[in-house]
């Protein structure tokens, strides 16, 4: 059974960094997809970044591009996103979720079978 486990978030200024992490567990991961999506109030769930597990490629939205970096540590089986440059627009509750490759549309949330359980990052101005 896969889990996700989030941590990481946390209150900062406007122009700070944070850096999430999700913990991956219950299976090899090579021919997944691990991506961010966030949630902020009175939103919808929105795509972030994803990186493929096996080769390392990664996506990302055009509201992060430059600022945030998606990572992974096949070690650790972990992925992390960097936050540089955050914005109060940026606040949200930010989860992780992963899916087969080839697996549909990358930025739908119904496409992301497995999801943890979200993690609070707030962007004070």
């Known amino acids: 059974q896969v889990q996700l486990v989030e941590s990481g978030g946390g209150l900062v200024q406007a122009g700070g960094s944070l850096r999430l992490s999700c913990a991956a567990s219950g299976r090899t991961f090579n021919s997944y997809i691990m991506a961010w999506f966030r949630q902020g109030p009175g939103k919808e769930r929105e795509f972030v970044s994803h990186?493929?597990?096996?080769?390392?490629?990664?996506y990302y939205a055009d509201s992060v591009k430059g600022r945030f970096t998606i990572s992974r540590d096949n070690a650790k089986n972990t992925v992390y996103l960097q936050m540089n440059s955050l914005k109060p627009e940026d606040t949200a509750v930010y989860y992780c979720a992963a899916r087969l490759m080839y697996s549909g549309t990358y930025y739908l949330v119904r496409n992301y079978p497995y999801w943890g359980q979200g993690t609070q990052v707030t962007v004070s101005s």
């Open positions: 990186i493929h597990w096996s080769d390392g490629s990664t």
